[in-house]
């Protein structure tokens, strides 16, 4: 049938406005297996080199909130145009800056630009789609984002080796300017009218703060509790987590009661009174704490506990990443062709076998076991990753996607925001009082502290599989009805 066909511009559309989002995860894994000689370089601790990533994480989780009202009231090719703006911004700020609070400066503007990007191209798929083939179409989607982290770290360590890190801002700017933007120019299109709609500039204020008071309450309970450890004081920076946390809470419950009294809210709620939802939102968001954390972990316990060169370390995430990225449109059309449950679960019961691999050899790790291990969690995470969202937004109104949209993509940069400060935090915390790096007891306190994050991680992803199997259920159940 012809509107089941899948056009050349879509694709088009998608790779370039995905590519925008791609270089923003590129930069941001580049950084990551960087941290080690960043350190150095600034004068900075594990825990606020972390900032790098863990900033650009929060800024693109808290302009994602903002995708359904751009994406009502904004036309597709003037979001594009912004996003190509702020990332070639950023990247100029990153060759040219050369203090730490600069850099954080320069991924706050790039954060922006993935901010606007990603759901941009989630809208387009949702939007001008065949129904029949949303599944791989978002599978697509995740391939042009998550192929990002899997040469990411290769790319820093090989940029690391032979040039000055900043030449990888360098390179991405012609990629931008002569690839994804005239693509970008002749291929994204508009399907639909635009609204007047409104901001709520209370709203957005209070989930901003909401998203900054849980992320930076993670980061100083981490701080508090690493000073702790090593006999410092500690007493600052658990004061300043716990006033984090409330302002955290308060203002995400203030934004919750806020939209059901508004009258053109930010970001419509009502959908998530449905528990099927609701179970999928919360195992999108515990996800990339895995997934998006792993990076941050395999490269710092290659280089701190095994003491490999940043290059290789980056080489240990490729296969896993690579793999991984180029099933996720498989993925998508296991989902077109089975439904959710099986392809999903299946996927996810695969990938808890590397974190349990990884904890059981974790004190006896070696570049090639780590990489492998790795190289399951990823295979399996990609197939089934893109596929919650996918059917869990087939299960709202059509009229409420875009918000659905807005919240899950908020939801899964947070997760990775918060997995990258709870991994840190958990090696600092292992690190503390260990001596200095390099040295046999600082890589050992580097392997108990991997030993704890492979630990952690397990438990996250059980709880994201047990939320997807009572979704099912509830499913399951509704199905029966009819």
Known sequence: MPDERISGKLIGAIVAVGSLAFIGILTETVMTVLFPQLMREFNVDTATVQWITTIYLLVVAATMPLSSYLNRRFKHRTLFLAAVALAVLGSLIMIVGHAFP???????????????????????????????????????????????????????????????????????????????????????????????????????????????????????????????????????????????????????????????????????????????????????MLLPIVGIGFGYVITNVAQLSLGTSAFLSGALVLPGALIGAFFAPVGGMLYDRFGPVRPILGAFFAAICGPILLLVFSMRLTPVTLAGFYFIFGLGYSLGFSNIMTNALRNIAPQFMPDGNAVFNTCLQFGGAAGTALFSTILSVAQAGAGEEGGATFRHATAVGGSWTFATMIGIVAIAICCLIAAFRIGAKRNSRL
């Open 102 to 284: 600069v850099i954080l400066i320069a991924r706050v503007i790039q954060g922006m630009g993935s901010g606007v990007a990603t759901p941009l191209m989630i809208n387009i798929i949702l939007e001008q789609s065949p129904k029949s083939k949303v599944g791989r179409l978002m599978g697509v989607g995740s391939l042009v984002i998550t192929v990002a982290p899997a040469i990411g770290p290769t790319v820093g360590g090989a940029v690391s080796s032979i040039l000055p890190w900043r030449a990888i801002f360098v390179i991405v700017i012609p990629i931008i300017l002569l690839v994804s933007l005239p693509v970008g120019l002749k291929c994204v299109e508009q399907h639909r009218p635009t609204e007047e709609a409104r901001l709520n500039s209370l709203q957005f204020v209070s989930i901003v703060l909401a998203l900054c008071g849980l992320v930076m309450f993670l980061n100083q309970a981490g701080v508090a509790v690493s000073a702790a450890v090593s006999g410092g004081s500690a007493t600052v920076s658990a004061v300043f987590a716990v006033v984090s946390l409330i302002v955290g809470l308060g203002a995400l419950l203030f934004f919750g009661w806020s939209s059901k009294r508004s009258f053109s809210p930010l970001i419509r709620l009502g959908w998530l009174r449905d528990p099927m939802v609701l179970l999928h939102l919360i195992a999108y």
